[in-house]
Structures are given as structure tokens and as C-alpha cells.
């Protein structure tokens, strides 16, 4: 009979053991370790670039009283303020460069508020116009606010004639300045606004002051410009 030979004997359950592949360090000409420091540099330049841009302060110019449309925007009618705008540094009135001569407000800017750009301009076709009130002024009515003026006729002699209905002179115009006694602005008493007309509606504002009747200020709702 044939025997065939015996397969060696493991002297062990534990396979051979792989010898362990070797990490090679990165060398400094490895494309991908160079990429990787550029990324970090970037990163760490933009972050410090948005830091100092976000607390660099610059000096704008600000609205010291209420400016009203028409109303000569001057050095007297300005401050300065040291103020943090980031990239809105280009929408208000520097104040690090000569302030531009003819300029005028071309709607409310009020005490205390940085100047918009936008809010100026060369001319607005507005005109002031003093109109007397006799009674009672809503708080609500101040420099920077929004009316409209209504004529109210005064009452016919005969008692049987109609009285003609009130009409609307101006709408949406705004008030310049409020001239008024101590206590007229709540109680009755007399009282002048400045309010800007437009120069279209200027004749009947100007027609209902000398006709035989009053002209009524009435706030809009929301109106502040």
C-alpha cells in the first residue's frame, strides 16, 4: 500500500503574522502638503483682514437737528461721528473729505441719524410755507412728519345756503418746523407750521390762506419721512 506523507503539524492558531507596512513621513515637496499650508494661509489672511475691517472705526457726518427736504445741508447743520460700517462705509456723507458745496436734504433726515447719500441731492421743487393753526396740534405733528392740508370753508351767512364741503390743498407734504406757544402742541392755543409745498400745489395753498375759511393739518398715518 502507498502512504501519502503527513501534512506538517502547526505548532500554533495564529496565522503568520504580515510584516507592517511602513508610513513614510510627507516631505516638504509634496504637492498635496503644499496646497494644504496655502489653504491655511488664506484662511488665516481673510480672517484677519474681515477682523480689522469689522473694528476699523471712520469718521461720518450726522444730522445735528432734524434736516428737511429743500433745507440747505451745511457744515452748522453736521457733526462728526467716529461709527463702525464695515462695507456700508460708501452709502453715508464722509466727513474726511470736503463737504460738497449746494447740497440740500431731499427727505428727513432726523437729529442724530448718520446722512445717507441718498437723502441729498442739488435742489427739491418744495417751498416753505408758514400756515397758522388755531387749535388744538396732535403730537404727533413735528418737524419731519407727514400731512396733508385740507380747506375747510367757513360757514355760509344765509343758514339756508349749503356750506361748501372741505377740499384737500396738498397731500403728503411734510412739516419743516413747528412754531407754537408753550402747551399749543397739546392744547388749544396758536400755533404755526413751516411745511414744504410742492411748487404745483403752492397756488391753492397760497389761494386758501387768504380765503374766509381755515386750513386744517391732518397727520398721515405712519407719515415720517
Known sequence: MTYAPAAPALTSGVLPEQPAARLRRPRWRDPRLVTGLVIVALSVAAGSWA???????VP???????????EPVTAGSL????VRLGAGTGRYLPADA???????ALRVVDDGELVPLSAL???ADVRSVAVPVGSGLSD????????????????PVAPEADRPEPRTLASDVVVEQVDAADG???VNGEATLHVLVPSDALPAVLAA???TGTVAVVPVAGGVR
Open 51 to 57: 477682523v480689522s475691517a469689522a473694528s476699523r472705526t
Open 60 to 70: 461720518v457726518f450726522v444730522a445735528d437737528g432734524a434736516l428737511t427736504p429743500g
Open 79 to 82: 457733526r462728526v461721528a467716529d
Open 98 to 104: 470736503p463737504l460738497p458745496g449746494g447740497l440740500v
Open 121 to 123: 441731492g442739488a435742489g
Open 140 to 155: 404727533r405733528i413735528r418737524a419731519g412728519a407727514v400731512v396733508d392740508l385740507w380747506f375747510v370753508p367757513a360757514a
Open 184 to 186: 399749543a402742541i397739546v
Open 209 to 211: 390762506l387768504t380765503d
